[in-house]
């Protein structure tokens, strides 16, 4: 059997191209494969942490507003539609959104082969133009599998999350410093948040959603000392507000070649309500203490330890996973490939050399990190949309809708 699309994953993105296929004229034959053994997403460490993005950048609402799979039909099945209105908040709690994105793929549970990882992405051999791909698939036994489609959607390598970890290495373990995961933070919490004393001096390392949760987390706690955070996440940069420390002068280009905003410092304002939010509670930890106890926010700092140096504690985030994991997969396509073609915030199309490839058999990356990937983009349904749309439209997909239009010169 040909599949019309094989996924390879089952994120977000992938779940939003599974219902834009569910909800088109003519559904494609698709097969999603997923290396994880069942639907899972980025569990909240904390349970009332927020997303970032209103509730109608969901898996389908801005490509079909009439989605059976939108949050407000979510929200209407858990029978908790008025309560959510209510709440006054457009912005769902993580824990929730995690139940909306598993009730979701719960629909497509027949459709993916979970625990089974895709290895390698290769062209059928043939005279003229590739047409297929051949698709290897390694399951949960080892066993390797190769079937064909003839379109491939790839999770996007995305650079920009692959941050490196800063360094700790002049961290001091003979005067009592100690470090923890982020991932154990949970576990630890209740340690941190005791009655120690004198109080504990905390330091958060990192760049990631965790660590931003984790220093708002902290920063609710009346029992703890100094907090630092150690981070190359520029969102956080408003809260240098609170350091209270001039920055020496910027030398300055004369003002016709000078950008504007080059110039500007973000105000808190203007930021996130997370970050709105650890302002808040920064500014309110220091008018409590009396000053004695703030939040030190470093910025771009490559020496962590240096920075962490009065921390007893410091919650460190572990070296991030290569985004480009699967980098491997594509290396088949090499000597076809020019490039991509980028389409919006989420979607990639790659391009191939003139003839090498029909046109009915595409390849398209697709992610639904965002920037600050504390939402999914916000372009995710309708680029998801876009390549079910682009199925139906290719050669062997009008054949496929029963309809095939030829034309010659
Ligand atoms: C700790 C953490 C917290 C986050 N919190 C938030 C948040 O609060 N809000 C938010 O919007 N975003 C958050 N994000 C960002 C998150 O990455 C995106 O929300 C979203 O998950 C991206 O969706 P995706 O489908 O593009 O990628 P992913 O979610 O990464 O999904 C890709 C899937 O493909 C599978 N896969 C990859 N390669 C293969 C292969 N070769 N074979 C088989 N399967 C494969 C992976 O197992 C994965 O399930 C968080 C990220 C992290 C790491």
Known sequence: MVYDLLCIGFGPAQLA?????????????????????????????LTRTRMESPFIYDLATTRNPRSAFSYTNYLFVRDRLVEFTNSDRLNPLRLEFEDYL?????????????????????????????????VAIRDAKGQTQV???????????????????????????????????????KSRRNDLRGNNEPRLNIAVVGSGEQTIEILDDLLTC??????????????LAPLRILDGEQ?????????????????????????????????????????????????RVVVGSRDAGGACSSANVIIAEQAQRSAFANNGLFHGLDALVLGCRQ??????????????????????????????????????????????KALATTEEGRERDGVTIAARM
């Open 17 to 45: 191209t599974a219902i834009a296929n569910h909800e088109s004229r003519k559904p494609a034959n698709v097969l999603f494969v997923e290396r994880k053994p069942t639907f899972s997403w980025h569990s909240p460490q």
């Open 102 to 134: 598993s009730w979701a793929a719960g629909h497509f549970k027949d459709n993916v082969r979970y625990g089974s990882e895709v290895v390698g992405v290769a062209p059928e051999k043939c005279d003229g133009p590739v047409r297929r791909w051949n």
């Open 147 to 185: 079937v064909q489609a003839r379109s491939i959607v790839g999770p996007s390598p995305s650079g920009k999350h692959d941050q490196k970890p800063l360094s700790l290495t002049s961290v001091d373990f003979l005067a009592g410093q100690r470090i923890i995961s982020v991932d154990d933070y």
């Open 222 to 235: 009346p029992r703890l000392g100094n907090i630092t955070v150690v981070t190359e996440n520029e969102s």
């Open 247 to 295: 920055e020496p002068p910027q030398p300055r280009l004369c003002s016709i070649w000078a950008k504007p905003s080059c110039e500007q410092k973000s105000p808190i304002t203007g930021s996130s309500e997370l970050v709105q939010d650890i302002y808040a509670r920064a500014y309110e930890k220091q008018v409590a203490s009396k000053g004695e106890y703030t939040l």
């Open 343 to 388: 389409k919006g915030d989420s979607l990639e199309e790659v391009q191939f050399k003139r003839g090498a490839v029909a046109e009915s058999c595409k390849v398209w990356m697709l992610s639904a990190h965002s920037e600050g990937g504390r939402s999914l983009a916000k372009d995710i349904a309708v680029r998801a949309g876009e390549v079910v």
